[in-house]
């Protein structure tokens, strides 16, 4: 039978949302009906569209909670999501229920905030999840395979008390390994 959950994640620069708009792509060509969706707070290259940062996009809903979501995905065969570290702790059941409803649900997101910490609903998604691709980038450091995203402000480290939440690209954030990864201030 059809419907299942499918986590597309990793740090930074290693091309979440490429794939995202890949796998919408194949399915489009295939016919299928599909609804992609974006919390509104990620406003970096359009309000409505998904975009990544090379610059590859897809016509998108811009909304504000996971509520919003299950309104307007209508009758939907696919069910995209991008930037789901964002959304409220609701967005796991309405994953969840779109599943159980034969729907197809992809969603994109961040497994690890700036500090290095889990961010926000995606461990859960994880585990919900049939199937789950973690993605590389390269550390700007050393070169080696990175899964961290580390935050800079002007140039430093960010602190590890610093705020979660901070819309950005390339000017405040780059991928990084485990190693090179610094955030000052961390106790652990
Ligand atoms: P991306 O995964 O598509 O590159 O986008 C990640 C977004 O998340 C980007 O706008 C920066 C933001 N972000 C935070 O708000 N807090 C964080 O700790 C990190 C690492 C990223
Ligand atoms: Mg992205
Ligand atoms: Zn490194």
Known sequence: REGWLEVITGCMFAGKTEELIRRIN???FAGKKV????PKIDDRYSKDQVVSHCGKCIES???SSSKE???LAGDAEVIAIDEVQFFDEGIIEVCN???DQGRRVMAAGLDLDFRGEPFGVMPSLMTYAEFVTKLTAVCMRCGAP???TQRLVDGHPARYDDPIIQVGASE???ARCRHCHEVPGRTL
């Open 61 to 63: 809903f811009a909304v």
């Open 35 to 38: 609804v992609v969706f974006k």
């Open 26 to 28: 194949v399915l489009q």
């Open 97 to 99: 229920s779109f599943a």
């Open 146 to 148: 990175a899964t961290r």
């Open 172 to 174: 405040s954030y780059e």
């Open 69 to 71: 979501i299950l309104k």
